[in-house]
């Protein structure tokens, strides 16, 4: 006589699995990518470095202005607000 079969258990992922998946796989993946940038990037040379500095600078002493101003704005209006 044969046995009645019994119903195929459904397949629960290992934790081993899910860790391959969602952290050592992404993780390889990224330092792969990492060094294939680092391969193919050079160092900048004087003049492009000056240019880069500069633009930095500029773009800090902006933000800076309008921050200040933004603030200097918001002192009389908040005042007025508050009546302190």
Do not use: W
Not at 7 to 36: C, G, H, I, W
Not at 43 to 52: G, S
Not at 55 to 78: D, E, Q, R
Request: glycine residues 4%; proline residues 8%.
């Amino acid at each position: 006589l044969s046995k009645p079969s019994q119903p195929a258990q459904p397949r629960v992922p290992d934790m081993e699995d899910n860790l391959t998946k969602y952290v050592l796989k992404p993780t390889v993946d990224f330092f792969k990518d990492s060094r294939k940038l680092l391969r193919r990037c050079a160092k900048p040379d004087k003049k492009e470095f000056q240019k880069i500095a500069f633009a930095t600078s500029v773009g800090f002493f902006v933000m800076g202005f309008i921050g200040f101003f933004v603030k200097l704005i918001h002192i009389p209006i908040n005042n007025i607000i508050v009546g302190a």
